[in-house]
């Protein structure tokens, strides 16, 4: 059976794999209209193929371009819960990563997010209703050695998404940060840290739908952080009592594998 949910329409960006294709799939087995987003626009026509009212937005969120199309997409016939997924990883030392690529993650964790935020929260306040829910990862609650920039922009995620959860409290308009763990999808392969795969054990391991049904959920209930799986919530909570010397200590051993 599928779930309900109190949205009329939604788009999500990063929407072709992992995380993001599973909310679609979700969202449209419940009827939702939506506006998916990516690069890879085969998969996202794919995707569409499957549900009604879906409408493919092909963007590069790197760009000027593509995200100006997002922005005025959301602009100029807004939904009513926009998912800021879209988001890629770097793993290795800081000092030989390629700096282009560095740029590029700043660009789409950060900058893109920050503006589609900015957007979708400039048409749902007046309008005294809506949901924002921006993807953020458990790897926000603590530095993270070898996969530091990652880290670092998930960081400015979860600390935006609680501001922004605050400063819309009593409008109408609901703020999430979604901070999965270890999930399996392409992230692996694209953020270098396919070792994870056989480093950490199955049980710690979710699966995109897990992640994205939770998500939904705790965005629908209006609920400031949501973190998918006990394990990662034991791993939140530490992270927020554990002094920093030690939570830094127990990352960079972790990442050391
Ligand atoms: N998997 C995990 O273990 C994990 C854990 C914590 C948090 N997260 C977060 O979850 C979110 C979704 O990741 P995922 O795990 O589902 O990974 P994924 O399968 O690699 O999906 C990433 C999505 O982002 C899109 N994307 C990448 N670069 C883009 C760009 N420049 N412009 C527009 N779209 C772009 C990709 O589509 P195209 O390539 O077609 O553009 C893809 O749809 C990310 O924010 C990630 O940081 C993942």
Redesign the pocket.
């Known amino acids: 059976m599928s779930a309900t949910y109190p949205f009329t329409s939604a788009l999500i960006?990063?929407?072709?794999?992992?995380?993001?294709?599973a909310m679609v799939h979700l969202l449209g087995e419940a009827g939702i209209p939506q506006v998916i987003?990516?690069?890879?626009v085969d998969?996202?026509e794919e995707l569409a193929a499957g549900y009604a009212n879906v409408e493919v937005l092909a963007?590069?969120?790197?760009t000027p371009e593509?995200l100006e199309t997002v922005l005025n997409r959301i602009t100029g016939d807004p939904v009513d819960l926009v998912v800021n997924?879209?988001?890629?990883?770097t793993s290795g030392e800081f000092h030989l990563l390629d700096p282009e690529r560095m740029s590029?993650e700043i660009a789409?964790?950060i900058t893109?997010l920050t503006r589609i935020s900015r957007a979708a929260l400039g048409v749902m306040v007046p309008a005294r209703r809506g949901y924002l829910l921006n993807?953020?990862?458990?790897?926000s609650f603590q530095p993270a050695p070898k996969l530091a920039v990652?880290a670092a922009t998930?960081a400015y995620v979860t600390s935006l998404s609680e501001s922004l959860h605050e400063e819309v409290r009593g409008t109408g308009v609901h703020v999430t940060a979604l901070?999965?763990?270890?999930?399996?999808?392409?992230?692996?392969s694209?953020s270098r840290t396919d070792s994870y795969t056989t480093d950490f054990p199955a049980m710690v391991w979710m699966s995109?739908t897990e992640v994205a049904e939770t998500g939904l959920r705790d965005v629908a209930r209006g609920d400031a952080l949501s973190v998918p799986g006990t394990f990662n919530k034991v791993l939140a909570a530490a992270s927020a009592v554990a002094p920093r010397t030690l939570a830094r200590r127990i990352s960079s051993l972790v990442q050391r594998g």
């Open positions: 960006t990063g929407a072709s794999s992992g995380i993001g294709e987003v990516a690069r890879r998969r996202l963007a590069d969120l790197t593509g997924n879209a988001g890629f990883g590029d789409l964790n893109a993807v953020s990862s458990v790897a990652y998930k901070c999965p763990g270890l999930t399996r999808t392409e992230f692996q694209v995109a």
